[in-house]
């Protein structure tokens, strides 16, 4: 059977997150640079967890954002 990973990010991560890059992108121009995009990071720790820390590289270093769910799917 195959499956499919669904990553879901809470309400306020899904907020923070484009603000957060859109800061990102806005210095980078005002600086004439090439805007360079924004990562995320998912921590996926022990299965025992029901929420998984989410981080955003601000900056030069990574920053906790908040929180995502992870969940295996059946497909096909």
């Known amino acids: 059977m ?3 990973l ?3 990010l ?3 991560t899904t907020a ?3 603000a957060e890059a859109a800061k ?3 210095a980078e ?3 004439e ?3 360079s995009g924004a990562s995320l990071q998912i921590d996926l720790c022990p299965p025992s967890y029901l929420l998984y820390p989410v981080s955003m590289e601000i900056g030069s270093r990574w920053v906790e954002i908040g929180e995502a769910d ?3 799917k059946a497909v096909g």
């Open 24 to 26: 990102r992108t806005q």
């Open 2 to 4: 195959k499956q499919q």
């Open 16 to 18: 923070r997150y484009p």
């Open 70 to 72: 992870l969940d295996l």
């Open 33 to 35: 640079c090439m805007p």
């Open 10 to 12: 809470d309400e306020a």
């Open 6 to 8: 669904v990553i879901t």
């Open 29 to 31: 121009v005002d600086a």
